[in-house]
């Protein structure tokens, strides 16, 4: 497995942006599909975005197409989350996420995850 920090969130106004970031540890970094999903008060964790090893496919759900933009620096063990134009409803925690072989893009299709970074926005 590999061990994952969250970084970047905060309070933002709507319209705004955020950056978050997530290092991983470990040598096997730049083979593991990552991923982020977020988890809003009182709802289930749901996929937000998905990179592959060598960053030339991702994947976004519709809500976030368009404003969000996933990216990875293999040399820095790390991904990240450029989040733009952000609503109200993009609030929740953030979790990075990562496996080597996701069956699906859903939390049961990782294995290791981080603790989470809060991203607010106000309206």
């Known amino acids: 497995q590999v061990q994952l920090v969250e970084s970047g969130g905060g309070l933002v106004q709507a319209g705004g942006s955020l950056r978050l970031s997530c290092a991983a540890s470990?040598?096997?970094?730049?083979?593991?599909?990552m991923g982020w999903f977020r988890q809003a008060p009182g709802k289930e964790r749901e996929f937000v975005s998905a990179?592959?090893?060598?960053?030339?496919?991702?994947v976004y759900a519709d809500s976030v197409k368009g404003r969000f933009t996933i990216s990875r620096d293999n040399s820095k063990n790390t991904v990240y989350l450029q989040m733009n134009s952000l609503k109200p409803e993009d609030t929740a925690v953030y979790y990075c996420?990562?496996?080597?072989?996701?069956?699906?893009?859903?939390?049961?299709?990782?294995?290791?995850w981080g603790q989470g970074t809060q991203v607010t926005v106000s309206s």
């Open positions: 996420a990562a496996d080597s072989n996701p069956r699906v893009y859903h939390p049961t299709g990782f294995g290791s």
């Open positions: 470990g040598r096997t970094f730049s083979t593991y599909t």
């Open positions: 990179i592959v090893w060598s960053g030339r496919n991702t």
